[in-house]
């Protein structure tokens, strides 16, 4: 099993980002695919979550209405877009796959907002 995050880096405050999570090893359409964040010194959160169809999402309050999660299951890929960056969402970002007591967490990307 592996997941591979990618699209991480600098960006200003009010930039955007796109962040990709290529997953293999399982059969990724069964899965409900998640984004956790860990900044410096904090606990790991949740960001968003969508359903093994894509037909359900859930998002942080505080990003809604800023990150989109999407997934393409011909793909294997789970995507973050992050609009309206700010200071706050810097952190490490990490894609996590679960499905009933398997969980399976990528090494992470970060992402840094700053001016």
């Known amino acids: 099993v592996q997941l591979v995050e990618s699209g991480g880096g600098l960006v200003q405050p009010g930039g955007s980002l796109r962040l990709s999570c290529a997953a293999s090893?399982?059969?990724?359409?069964?899965?409900?695919m998640s984004w956790y964040r860990q900044a410096p010194g904090k606990e790991r959160e949740f960001v968003a979550a969508?359903?093994?169809?894509?037909?359900?999402?859930n998002m942080l309050d505080s990003v809604k209405g800023r990150f989109t999660i999407s997934r393409d299951n011909a793909k294997n890929t789970v995507n973050l877009q992050m609009n309206s960056l700010k200071p706050e969402d810097t952190a490490v970002y990490y894609c996590?796959?679960?499905?009933?007591?398997?969980?399976?967490w990528g090494q992470g990307t970060q992402v840094t907002v700053s001016s």
């Open positions: 996590k796959a679960r499905r009933d007591a398997e969980n399976y």
């Open positions: 969508i359903s093994s169809t894509g037909g359900w999402t």
């Open positions: 090893g399982f059969t990724f359409s069964t899965y409900y």
